[in-house]
């Protein structure tokens, strides 16, 4: 179990291997594919039998496309409106350009406090911005409460997976990590722990539960924000959640910008959409909901932190904007033939699977190896966009970041730009061409399988033959 973190942040290691490499070493794991078939095979079945049973499905997911497009144009309003609403019933919001200022902000506010430990609510926004390890700096100690990001964190590990973050673990696995790492995080695991999951549950649960009655901060994320009333929504199916956002006395919730929506009626189609996808549950067990703090009934605190982090570079975008409508459900990671071979590590980034290779290039940009090649860590197929809740066209936006990849420029891609070139000029003259072409011809015996500089095609494809005779010559024989 590697220690290295290689979330989202701006010290995302430079060495960490670009996706084919690291895809190279994650399939040579029999245990680990295992694992992912399995995981990914079980959700993807159970999903298409809970959406099978709404006869508007469609309707619904052009919904969710027209309301997260309606509000990511008029994005500024929504924010506004969103902060009014939420310092109106109580809260606080705090405005974070970048993941060192959301940081900086959550660790003041918790530090402000005078305690050293806070609970999680399971957040890919705190995971992208390295929250954790920022805590850790400053001395104070996050836990996690999630099951699977409890795994993950007793692990030394990183999530693979967006609704499943410790996917790539088989209950063995998970067993041997309580039995060895719960002890010096809290409360052991009780002794002769079997690997049945009603024994791993209820290790967790104990766990946990001191943490809970104990902690008076809690930080979550959110799944929604309603801008006109500013009340955050978080979807969750184990009741940590509820327990984080109730008995604390101090909540700190960090969000990002696009996930704000602008009425309770839109709220509607998530309800139904999110849970069918993601779990495929008809809806899930926790809904929690909060408008800023009230006398006597759950924290007495409450601060919103409004996340950038890039998203308006995404926005600016018109193609690649529509990443920004995702819901976090991870329909497409089960879905798709790359992801469940390669798993989650692979794509560098805590957003994995197709949703990741077109985010992920957008909020930290494509100048590392790893972004760069992130667009290509697909095979076209549409899978993705056909079980999107609310419509991403992934495919379009993965050839249009992989057009501004190329036109980056880098080894591979000027040779390929010569290529093109010389290629084009030789087409811009017949005699010329002809003349190449009855050449080829006459010295196919002699032409290499596989030609220098061009392995990364032929590894996986038999390069065509040259027929006895150039087109031309033939249709002058036979046609003139």
Same mark, same amino acid.
């Given at each position: !179990?590697?220690?290295?973190?290689?979330?989202?942040?701006?010290?995302? $290691?430079?060495?960490?291997?670009? =996706? +084919?490499?690291?895809? /190279?070493d994650?399939?040579?794991?029999?245990?680990?594919r295992?694992?992912?078939?399995h995981?990914?095979?079980t959700?993807?079945?159970?999903?298409?039998?809970a959406?099978?049973?709404?006869?508007?499905?469609?309707?619904?997911?052009?919904?969710?496309?027209?309301?997260?497009?309606?509000?990511?144009?008029?994005?500024?309003?929504?924010?506004?409106?969103?902060?009014?609403?939420?310092?109106?019933?109580? *809260?606080?919001?705090?405005?974070?350009?970048?993941?060192?200022?959301?940081?900086?902000?959550?660790?003041?506010?918790?530090?402000?406090?005078?305690?050293?430990?806070? #609970?999680?609510?399971?957040?890919m926004?705190?995971?992208?911005?390295g929250?954790?390890?920022?805590?850790?700096?400053e001395?104070?100690?996050?836990?996690?409460?999630?099951?699977?990001?409890?795994?993950?964190?007793?692990?030394?590990?990183?999530?693979?997976? &967006?609704?499943?973050?410790? &996917?790539?673990?088989?209950r063995?696995?998970?067993?041997?990590?309580?039995?060895?790492?719960?002890?010096?995080?809290?409360?052991?695991?009780?002794?002769?722990?079997?690997?049945t999951?009603?024994?791993?549950?209820?290790?967790?649960?104990?766990?946990?539960?001191?943490?809970?009655?104990?902690?008076?901060?809690?930080? %979550?994320?959110?799944?929604?924000?309603?801008?006109?009333?500013?009340?955050? #929504?978080?979807?969750?199916?184990?009741?940590?959640?509820?327990?984080?956002?109730?008995?604390?006395?101090?909540?700190?919730?960090?969000?990002g910008?696009?996930?704000?929506?602008?009425?309770?009626?839109?709220?509607?189609?998530?309800?139904?959409?999110?849970? /069918?996808?993601?779990?495929?549950?008809? !809806?899930?067990?926790?809904t %929690?909901?909060?408008?800023?703090?009230?006398?006597?009934? *759950?924290?007495?605190? =409450?601060?919103? #932190?409004?996340?950038?982090?890039?998203?308006?570079?995404?926005?600016?975008?018109?193609?690649?904007?529509?990443?920004?409508?995702?819901?976090?459900?991870?329909?497409?990671?089960?879905?798709?033939?790359?992801?469940?071979?390669?798993?989650?590590?692979?794509?560098?980034?805590?957003? +994995?699977?197709?949703?990741?290779?077109?985010?992920?290039?957008?909020l930290?940009?494509?100048?590392?190896? &790893?972004?760069?090649?992130?667009?290509?860590?697909?095979?076209?197929?549409?899978?993705?966009?056909?079980?999107?809740?609310?419509?991403?066209?992934?495919?379009?936006?993965?050839?249009?970041?992989?057009?501004?990849?190329?036109?980056?420029?880098?080894? *591979?891609?000027?040779?390929?730009?010569?290529?093109?070139?010389?290629?084009?000029?030789?087409?811009?003259?017949?005699? &010329?061409?002809?003349?190449?072409?009855?050449?080829?011809?006459?010295?196919?015996?002699?032409?290499?399988?596989?030609? $220098?500089?061009?392995?990364?095609?032929?590894?996986?494809?038999?390069?065509?033959?040259?027929?006895?005779?150039?087109?031309?010559?033939?249709?002058?024989?036979?046609?003139?």
């Amino acid at each position: !179990m590697s220690g290295t973190y290689v979330g989202m942040p701006a010290f995302l $290691p430079p060495t960490h291997p670009a =996706f +084919p490499r690291a895809a /190279r070493d994650a399939v040579r794991d029999t245990t680990l594919r295992e694992n992912l078939r399995h995981a990914t095979h079980t959700i993807r079945d159970k999903r298409a039998k809970a959406v099978a049973e709404l006869a508007d499905w469609q309707q619904l997911r052009e919904a969710g496309k027209r309301i997260k497009d309606h509000t990511l144009r008029h994005l500024d309003q929504y924010l506004v409106q969103l902060e009014e609403s939420v310092t109106a019933a109580g *809260g606080t919001v705090h405005w974070a350009a970048d993941a060192d200022e959301a940081n900086r902000i959550v660790a003041d506010l918790i530090k402000a406090t005078g305690e050293t430990e806070v #609970v999680k609510v399971k957040s890919m926004a705190t995971q992208e911005i390295g929250l954790n390890e920022a805590l850790a700096a400053e001395g104070i100690r996050a836990y996690e409460t999630d099951l699977a990001e409890l795994i993950v964190q007793l692990g030394d590990d990183r999530p693979s997976h &967006i609704l499943v973050p410790a &996917i790539h673990r088989n209950r063995g696995e998970i067993r041997d990590i309580f039995l060895e790492r719960m002890g010096s995080w809290g409360r052991p695991a009780p002794d002769g722990l079997t690997d049945t999951p009603a024994d791993l549950a209820e290790a967790a649960r104990l766990h946990l539960r001191e943490k809970f009655l104990r902690a008076k901060v809690g930080v %979550s994320g959110a799944n929604f924000m309603v801008a006109d009333t500013g009340t955050l #929504v978080v979807f969750e199916s184990e009741g940590n959640g509820r327990m984080c956002l109730t008995l604390p006395e101090t909540l700190i919730s960090v969000v990002g910008i696009e996930k704000v929506i602008p009425t309770w009626q839109d709220l509607e189609v998530f309800l139904q959409t999110l849970p /069918r996808s993601s779990t495929a549950e008809r !809806m899930n067990p926790y809904t %929690s909901m909060w408008t800023g703090p009230a006398d006597g009934d *759950g924290p007495q605190d =409450f601060h919103l #932190v409004l996340l950038d982090n890039g998203r308006t570079d995404a926005l600016a975008d018109e193609v690649g904007r529509q990443a920004l409508r995702c819901i976090r459900c991870s329909a497409c990671l089960n879905v798709c033939p790359v992801y469940e071979r390669a798993g989650g590590h692979a794509y560098g980034s805590v957003y +994995p699977g197709p949703i990741g290779a077109i985010l992920t290039p957008q909020l930290r940009g494509t100048t590392s190896e &790893i972004d760069a090649s992130l667009p290509y860590a697909s095979s076209l197929c549409g899978a993705c966009y056909e079980v999107c809740p609310v419509a991403i066209d992934i495919p379009e936006v993965l050839v249009h970041l992989r057009e501004k990849v190329a036109g980056q420029g880098g080894p *591979g891609h000027r040779l390929e730009k010569a290529a093109m070139k010389a290629a084009g000029w030789a087409m811009d003259h017949p005699r &010329i061409m002809a003349a190449g072409e009855r050449a080829a011809a006459r010295t196919r015996a002699l032409h290499p399988k596989r030609p $220098p500089g061009a392995t990364a095609w032929t590894d996986s494809r038999d390069l065509p033959a040259f027929p006895e005779k150039p087109f031309r010559d033939w249709w002058k024989k036979n046609r003139t």
